[in-house]
């Protein structure tokens, strides 16, 4: 309620402000350059390193190497979403929309053991972009809180009571 009468007095949402922060242009920027190292890695260095991997080692890196790039691909959405937000082609409401189709907590990545197995350039990569997910989703958090939980006023026990109760007295 206080919210729709702030913006209706023309006061600035935080969020909005978040989405055009240099907190924000930075996150942006080391997301999508981490996009880019990431596509480039796993399509020269990383095809080799993967050939030199024992069965185990090829297995688990044909599983996180697809965690890893769904992972980042779920974090340049909510990204570019933002960006448009910042770039004034949609609003923050019609961004929280459509970032319902995005999966922040999506493809977490295997056990430490497994990650272990793994060339150090794709352990790297990995870590990189878990730490990238953790401070979108903090991001995140701050620009689209949780609506408040509503609490109903009163035992709703204590009303079927009462009901029953006026139920059988009004019969007396």
Known sequence: MYDKRSMEAGAVSFSERLA??????TLFREGMALVEETASYLDGPGRMDSKRLERAGALVYATESMRLTTRLMQLASW??????????????AQASKEKAKVRLASCE???????????????????????????????????????PIAVSAGNPVERQLGLLKAAFESEA
């Open 79 to 92: 990204l570019l979403l933002h960006r448009a937000v910042k770039e004034g082609e949609m609003t923050l």
């Open 109 to 147: 990545p295997g056990d430490a053991k497994s990650i272990a197995l793994l060339p150090e350039k794709l352990q790297e990569l990995i870590s990189r972009s878990v730490k990238l997910q953790g401070e979108v989703r903090r991001l995140d958090a701050t620009m689209h809180p949780a609506p």
């Open 20 to 25: 055009s922060s240099q907190v924000f242009a």
